[in-house]
């Protein structure tokens, strides 16, 4: 785990990818709550196997921002496309086989607790069995646990176990549908530097194995650092600035500086 | 606000509406009432269309019993106890004593029992249901379950209702059976009635015009628990406080309508059956 600071480890050593057409394809969104402009035209794409990361101070609209990419929360204005289809424009049955195509991992983990770790993992295969692999269903849930490390917590309940330790099961409950995109809320939020870098090893080795492309919402520079092929700083609700990590702390503007101080 | 109605998507305003100036307290009252009419209106909309989740339904089912079956056999068995109790002497007073069976069946088959039942049913499952439902909202547990493709209403919502309206009527002919059981000891130790006298006048003096309307009015009652207590625990917000609200409001709401149901059931019965 101490790979972190390895530059060969990281991702943000690879040239920033951003071939093919893009998996989210998102301009001019608006999104208020009552007097509340949140979100005040925000654009941004995201390509196949790249890890964006979203940096925005707290209550900046970061939560909101990806809500609207899953149909959580729709935006009043704006044009939301996910692997080519309008999120606008779908009905509740196509919205819900797009949703399976994209993962979330929420801020607070939101593991369903009157289950286990296993019927947590059951609940979305058997929901959409048409994603159950020849290898059968048990297996997959060993498997996707055994890749989060915790394939011992089969049997538990969410209350037994750490706050780490949930984030990870949560983790493996969005892969084991195999997402195409991966949408991480502050994955690393109120987790100790060690178990947070775990986290980010985890997330980069899925990302390497999957090829999947991930937005990772982040206050943690260190995380942004070592993830992140390109970075999007969000202020006052549209996306300020943009460039990979390095590219960010050089510019000059107060704005941008105030994340890097 | 739009989530109750099951799809994000429907937004509307009333501004400008003569609503608007009716007294604050007023408005909220009926914008309530227009809500859970709404969240009852979904349930309809949602019951008859496939997927169907009958694993979760029994499960349901299972919970609603399991959870309330002890506290309504033992609120219903003292009740019967003590009604015996507190009627007997004035019933000996005017030489009518032996009309305790059938006076005592009636009142618990058409009234104790369905009203009993569910106002325990209320406090245990009404606000069991608030609690739940709000801290999966508030825990982002029910958005989970949405972005993984699964309607949460149809899960959460549906089965829970479900299952309280078919359970309660079940728990209230138990109930009723207990209670009877507990009358009749009363009347065993006080009055040397045999099982099979007391059993046989309590049948006699009930006809099929007093299990029906108590029955159907179970049903609803059943209905208007889980109704309300999904409504205020899937609707919840403001953080961990909004749960305790909505497990409390959900049982204050859930009594009122448990009495008003009662209420219009006596009224229509008496209109069918001519009581
Ligand atoms: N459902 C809602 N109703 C009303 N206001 C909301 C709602 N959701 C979010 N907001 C408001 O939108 C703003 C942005 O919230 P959001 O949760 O996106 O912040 P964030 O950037 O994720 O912050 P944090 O880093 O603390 O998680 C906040 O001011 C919040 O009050
Ligand atoms: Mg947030």
Redesign the interface.
């Known amino acids: 785990m101490n790979t972190l600071n390895d530059p060969v480890a990281t991702a943000s050593s690879a040239p920033p990818v951003a071939v093919g057409a893009p998996l989210i394809h998102i301009r001019g969104v608006h999104k208020s709550f009552g007097d509340n402009h949140v979100l005040k035209g925000f654009d941004m794409d995201l390509f196949p196997q790249e890890n964006l990361v979203i940096i925005g101070k707290s209550g900046s609209g970061k939560s909101v921002l990806i809500k609207c990419l899953v149909g959580l929360e729709y935006p009043d204005e704006g044009v939301v496309e996910i692997l080519g289809k309008n999120l606008l424009k779908l009905s509740q049955i196509e919205l819900d086989e797009l949703r399976t195509e994209v993962g979330f991992l929420f801020q607070g983990s939101a593991l369903y607790d009157s289950m286990t770790v296993r019927e947590n993992l059951q609940f979305p295969l058997r929901r959409h069995p048409n994603r159950i692999l020849p290898e059968g269903e048990e297996t997959m849930i060993l498997r996707t646990l055994e890749s989060v490390g915790l394939a011992h917590t089969v049997n538990m309940k969410p209350s037994e176990l750490s706050g780490g330790m949930k984030r990870r099961i949560a983790l493996a409950r969005t892969l084991i549908l195999q997402p195409k995109i991966i949408l991480y809320d502050e994955p690393t939020s109120g987790l100790d530097p060690i178990t947070a870098k775990e986290i980010i090893q985890l997330i980069l080795r899925i990302q390497a194995e999957q090829q999947t492309a991930s937005i990772i919402i982040t206050h943690d520079l260190d995380c942004a650092r070592v993830i992140a092929n390109r970075v999007i700083i969000l202020v006052e609700g549209i996306n300020y600035a943009e460039g990979t990590y390095q590219q960010l702390t050089s510019n000059r503007d107060p704005k941008v500086q105030a994340f890097f101080k | 606000m739009a989530r109750i109605f099951g799809?994000?998507?429907t937004t509307f305003t009333l501004a400008n509406h003569p609503y608007t100036y009716l007294p604050p307290g007023l408005r909220n009252f009926l914008t309530e009432v227009g809500h859970i009419a709404a969240f009852a209106g979904n349930f309809f909309r949602h019951v008859f269309y496939p997927p169907f989740e009958f694993r979760e339904l029994l499960h349901q089912c299972y919970e609603v019993g399991n959870r309330s079956f002890v506290l309504v056999s033992l609120t219903g068995f003292i009740m019967g106890l003590v009604l015996s109790l507190q009627i007997r002497p004035t019933m000996i007073e005017f030489g009518a004593v032996s009309y305790m069976p059938s006076m005592i069946g009636i009142a618990i088959v058409r009234e104790i029992g369905p009203v009993l039942t569910a106002l325990i049913c209320a406090g245990k499952i009404g606000s069991g249901m608030g609690a739940?439902l709000g801290s999966?909202r508030v825990?982002?547990?029910i958005?989970?379950?949405?972005?993984?493709?699964?309607?949460p209403f149809k899960f959460l919502v549906v089965t829970r209702i479900l299952a309280t309206t078919l359970m309660l009527p079940l728990l209230v002919l138990m109930s009723d059976t207990i209670s009877l059981a507990g009358s009749f000891l009363v009347e065993h130790f006080k009055g040397e009635v045999s099982f099979t006298l007391y059993f046989t006048e309590v049948f006699n003096s009930l006809a099929f015009s007093d299990l029906v309307p108590a029955t159907t009015k179970s049903f609803f009652f059943g209905f208007v628990i889980a109704l309300v207590g999904c409504y205020k625990g899937y609707t919840s917000d403001q953080g961990t406080a909004g749960v305790g609200r909505a497990a409390n409001t959900a049982v204050v709401i859930a009594s009122i309508l448990v009495f008003l149901v009662d209420f219009w059931a006596v009224l229509v019965a008496d209109i069918f059956y001519d009581l």
């Not at chain 2, 958005?143 to 309607?151: F, K, L, P, Q, Y």
């Open positions: 799809c994000t998507k739940e999966m825990t982002e547990q958005d989970a379950m949405e972005v993984s493709g699964t309607n």
